[in-house]
């Protein structure tokens, strides 16, 4: 399975700045997934990032907030922008290492965001 | 109506206790599904895929029902170690994993 080195783990943020975080994965992938898990609940799919294309953002996720970079098959960055104490969450990359939607995914260690 | 869902527990059980969670989901053009398992503060880590068939691996036991939309998992003789949230996970097709809610266990000495 692939090896995702997310960054950073963890970080405090003031309201109203932006964060980026980054995925780089040691194999060549498609798609990379963005998932949010805020405190208590379970993962929400924030948008699919393909390279060569604009990420595809699911319901009530919009490219200005939440900017996503794909510039080649091993990396992403998805940006926080303008943030406030509502976007405190985890967030994880995460990647189908075979491509074929039937086995296991891959998560990165997660960024753990606090916005105070 | 939630997508996947899951009795979010907690489960708490003695050692060696058998526990089963189960999960439904609303798709039914669902095509791969999952158990996956997180710990406090950690990410999800695959714990097995799940088929019609049902499949094991050593004390884990999982079962697929598509006529009903079901998904269970069975964890036998349960070790300390096994505390942890379990998700349900299933890929509609769209590539990208729909998440339960996750059930939470303890297993306690």
Redesign the interface.
Known sequence: SAVISQKPSRDICQRGTSLTIQCQVDSQVT?M?WYRQQPG?????IA?ANQGSEATYESGFVIDKFPISRPNLTFSTLTVSNMSPEDSSIY?C?V?PQGR??????????T?LTVV | RKEVEQDPGPFNVPEGATVAFNCTYSNSASQSFFWYRQDCRKEPKLLMSVYSSGNEDGRFTAQLNRASQYISLLIRDSKLSDSATYLCVVNTGRRALTFGSGTRLQVQP
Do not use: A, K, P, V
């Open positions: 798609m997934f609940q379970s993962l929400t799919l699919t994880l995460s189908d939607g039937s086995y296991g995914y891959t998560f990165g260690s997660g753990r």
